[in-house]
């Protein structure tokens, strides 16, 4: 015998949430699955019947434990949210909510990050501008995309100026032109433009 995907799915999902089973409630007249919850939500409203077979008897009292659905929830792997931000973690519906106050790959963990790479890169520019440190084009290049995809305009240009082939460079121009379009200089970004055109075309 066996059971697809979908049909294995319908059995620990909730048809009032439509969720995964939590803390698993079994009617007794028609043996429907429901979170604690959902059901008992649903019986403090008016309509009185069983969501599924309408029956009239049911009370909260009258509710079943069960246990095995429980468990077998509890125990499914589920991809963590931050999968598209790269976390490759399968954690079980009962770790998620820890997982996920955890996990390096949140928006917030992602953001001090990033805050942090920033302040990096803002010493490495420091140091080289006062000839501490010595950096290749590639890495000032790279400082600079940094800086310029953060809004921090001032330390891109900074890094664009100490390039020593920022004038014969196609990919260095074109940085210099987004950084002064981005900061409403059109006619320098304008000029920037053409240059780079050119060189595309030499
Ligand atoms: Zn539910
Ligand atoms: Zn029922
Ligand atoms: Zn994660």
Redesign the pocket.
């Known amino acids: 015998m066996t059971a697809s995907k979908g049909e294995i799915q319908r059995l620990i999902e909730?048809c009032?949430?439509c969720?995964y089973l939590?803390d698993v409630r079994e009617t007794p007249c028609c043996h429907q699955l429901?979170?604690l919850a959902?059901i008992q939500g649903w019986l403090q409203k008016s309509t009185k019947n069983c969501p599924r077979c309408r029956s009239t008897t049911l009370t909260e009292q009258s509710l079943l434990k069960n246990i095995v659905i429980q468990r077998f929830v509890d125990n499914l792997l589920f991809e963590c949210p931050n999968a598209l931000h790269g976390c490759e973690a399968k954690v079980a519906k009962s770790d998620l909510v820890k997982h996920k106050r955890l996990c390096a790959f949140s928006s917030e963990k992602l953001a001090a990050k990033q805050q942090a790479k920033l302040e990096e890169s803002r010493t490495i520019l420091f140091r080289c501008k006062e000839g501490k440190t010595q950096i290749t084009d590639n890495v000032l290049y790279d400082l600079a995309n940094l800086f310029y995809t953060e809004h921090d305009y001032d330390s891109a240009k900074e890094c664009i100026e100490l390039m020593k082939e920022k004038e014969h460079s196609q990919k260095i121009i074109i940085l210099q032109a987004q950084v002064e379009r981005d900061t409403n200089h059109y006619d320098k970004a304008l000029a920037l433009y053409i240059k780079a055109y050119r060189y595309a075309n030499s």
């Open positions: 909730c009032i949430c969720d939590n429901f979170c959902c």
